[in-house]
């Protein structure tokens, strides 16, 4: 794994990707990469414009390349449900859930959820829900789920999960990040059980220098705040193709292992790809039952292509 970049990436001829908030940052890097590899990668979006955009923007940057733009809102279940239902392949190798939002104010999806669980959790595990059928078809298909070292700041409040009693735009951040982490814990426990063969597995960026740490500055109006992210991605954080590593990595090379967490290799920070430490607490059997369940509560999205 030392010293591993995209260069390693092996062929990706004949296989499909989809990559979540796939327009800038990471996200936009991850789609690019499997393009130059062979891969036909969808770029699921919430903005139209800034799909096409990205779409074009890829296309100049590697000619020839097969990538489309499909609108996907995480935080609107009714555009989730869209998107699988309108999804044109029969195959789908690898479904990259990249996409969040971080530290917002307050807020609520179009559905009624606190917007970074609705957003960073709900959104992808129905999304991975209703493309599983498609995945498991699918030889060795991978799902990779985006989290964050920020997870180690609080586990979930199974009680909360909408944080209603109290509302803390970190910690509500980190418990999103930490249900990522539970979620890919269990995806992959249960699909063991089943006997599949694809892989669920979870990437971290360390810190990247993208758009996502000034956004909820922004929002919330406090501009000494979205200063000091902006200088600390100039001067401390690594580049976004640097930061895409990891999931590019988990996505793609040989010998990724179910339930494996990779981030990069310095103090989690920055680095070449490597296994990343993660909270005990997201890897909790009973926990990651327990979110199971809620979510299949919360979104209507039951996956019983696993319980047969």
Known sequence: MSGWTEKAIPGQSGRVAVVTGANSGIGYVTARELARKGARVVLACRSERRGHEARDRLLGEVPGAHAEFARLD????????????????????LLVNNA???ALPYGTTADGFETQFGTN??????????LLPTLLATPAARVVTVSSTAHALADIDIDDLNS?????????????KTANLLFVHELARRLAAHGADAIAAAAHPGYAATNLQTAGAKMAGRKAVERFMRVGNRFFAQS???GARPTLYAATAPGVLPDSFTGPSLAGWRGSPAPSWRAPWTRDDQAGERLWAASEGLTGVAYDV???
């Open 74 to 93: 995480l935080g609107d279940l009714a555009s989730v449900r869209e998107f699988a239902t309108t999804y044109p392949y029969d195959r789908l190798d």
């Open 121 to 130: 959790h709900l959104g992808h595990f129905a999304l991975t829900g209703l």
């Open 100 to 102: 969040g939002v971080m």
């Open 240 to 242: 976004a193709e640097a």
């Open 164 to 176: 209603e009693r109290r509302y803390r735009r970190w910690v509500a951040y980190a418990r999103s």
């Open 306 to 308: 696993l319980k047969g």
